[in-house]
Every structure is written in structure tokens, then in C-alpha cells.
């Protein structure tokens, strides 16, 4: 079972304006979350985090939202720009390793 | 200077053979993983090594192996390779368990 889910595996943007990329987990007792930023033929690189203390936090042009109530979390990117193209997984720690469990990512496209 | 690197980037091998793909990360980190992504495109942790203590996920055949010979390495060994091994396996550190990871660029293994 999926305990964290990203249920679209693509969007598609135009430059200048928001996206906005949803993600969805399972277990109330996740406390801290991220997002993970992954170019073809790359690692994944940590992009911005959450902890569950917080709704909302806000680094430059990329903001994450969470709703622990709905246990979803956002991240929204604005302005959008042609290099933000690129697959985004959200994660969270889970489990006795402190290992990431990821979602199945999406792939975001931002076209000029 | 890379971070966290990996050697090979590709590794294209027949079933049945015995192949080590290798780790290093120059961070003074005390944690590392070994992460697959399968075909589906889910990251999944292998195992974690924090100070030669190793946390093997019980889903993983005991034909992977890996071998830390020192705090910035760690190795892993496959035996005896099967098709269903083909992904791309990604190396991560971090200072200690439940910190942010960093990943490697990934070894992407062809099993013919």
C-alpha cells in the first residue's frame, strides 16, 4: 500500500503563472515532510520541507502548504520558469531506518 | 566536488553474474542508504548503515549485500543478477537517521 500518494503523475504550466502540485499519505503520525526535485539521469535533490508544527512554509518562489487534517500537503511554485521542469516526489520519514518514503512523483512541465 | 557519487552510472550485465556498484559521499555524513527504483518508478529503501549498524529491509533478497568499509562508503554487491533487478539504484547520506538525504546521480542496471 501507497502511504504517501501523488495521484498526478503529470501537469503541464505555462511560464509566469502557479503550479501547484498535491500530495496525499496515509498515517496521521507522519510529522515532517518533503519535496525532492529529480532531472533525468540525476538524484533527487531536497527542494523545501515541513514539519507538522506548521500549515505553510515559504522559501523564494516555492511555498508547501500542509492540512494535517486532510493529511494532504501542496507545493506551489510561483512564478513558474522553464528550468522548474523536472520530476517532484513528495516524501516523508517512516519506519525504524529514518528512511524516505516517497510518492510516485510528477512530472511537471513548464512551457515559455 | 560531487557530494555523494556513485560509480558505475550504467551497468549493462547477463544473468546470473555478481556485480558491485560503488558509493562515496564526501559530507562527513553518518547515515547511508541504498534506495531502488523500479520500473514503476518508486523509490524504495534497500537498506541504512549508521555507524556499523545496518538495517536491511525484509523485503530485499538476500542476494544484495551491502559492505561498508568505511564511514564514507557504502558498497553493494549483487549476486547472481535476475531480470527483475533491472532499476536504478540510488546511493543517499545524511548527518544521522531522520535528517535531509542526499542522493547520488543513480546507477542505472540492465540485467540481459
Known amino acids: 500500500d501507497q502511504q504517501v500518494k501523488q495521484n498526478s503523475p503529470s501537469l503541464s504550466v505555462q511560464e509566469g503563472r502557479i503550479s501547484i502540485l498535491n500530495c496525499d499519505y496515509t498515517?496521521?503520525?507522519?510529522?515532517?515532510f518533503l519535496w525532492y526535485k529529480k532531472y533525468p539521469a540525476e538524484g533527487p535533490t531536497f527542494l523545501i520541507s515541513?514539519?507538522?508544527?506548521?500549515d505553510k512554509n515559504e522559501d523564494g518562489r516555492f511555498t508547501v502548504f500542509l492540512n494535517k487534517s486532510a493529511k494532504h500537503l501542496s507545493l506551489h511554485i510561483v512564478p513558474s520558469q522553464p528550468g522548474d521542469s523536472a520530476v517532484y516526489f513528495c516524501?516523508?520519514?517512516?519506519?525504524?531506518?529514518?528512511?524516505?518514503?516517497f510518492g510516485k512523483g510528477t512530472k511537471l512541465s513548464v512551457k515559455p | 566536488d560531487t557530494a555523494v557519487s556513485q560509480t558505475p552510472k550504467y551497468l549493462v550485465t547477463q544473468m546470473g553474474n555478481d556485480k558491485s556498484i560503488k558509493c562515496e559521499q564526501n559530507?562527513?555524513?553518518?547515515?547511508m542508504y541504498w534506495y531502488k527504483q523500479d520500473s514503476k518508478k518508486f523509490l524504495k529503501i534497500m537498506f541504512s548503515?549508521?555507524?556499523?549498524?545496518?538495517?536491511i529491509n525484509e523485503t530485499v533478497p538476500n542476494r544484495f549485500s551491502p559492505k561498508s568499509p568505511d564511514k564514507a562508503h557504502l558498497n553493494l554487491h549483487i549476486n547472481s543478477l535476475e531480470l527483475g533487478d533491472s532499476a536504478v539504484y540510488f546511493c543517499?547520506?545524511?548527518?544521522?537517521?531522520?535528517?535531509?538525504?542526499?542522493f547520488g546521480p543513480g546507477t542505472r542496471l540492465t540485467v540481459t
Open positions: 543517499a547520506s545524511s548527518p544521522n537517521r531522520g535528517n535531509e538525504q542526499y
Open positions: 498515517n496521521s503520525m507522519f510529522d515532517y
Open positions: 515541513i514539519s507538522s508544527i506548521k
Open positions: 516524501a516523508t520519514y517512516g519506519g525504524s531506518q529514518g528512511n524516505l518514503i
Open positions: 559530507l562527513g555524513h553518518d547515515t
Open positions: 548503515y549508521n555507524n556499523k549498524e545496518l538495517i
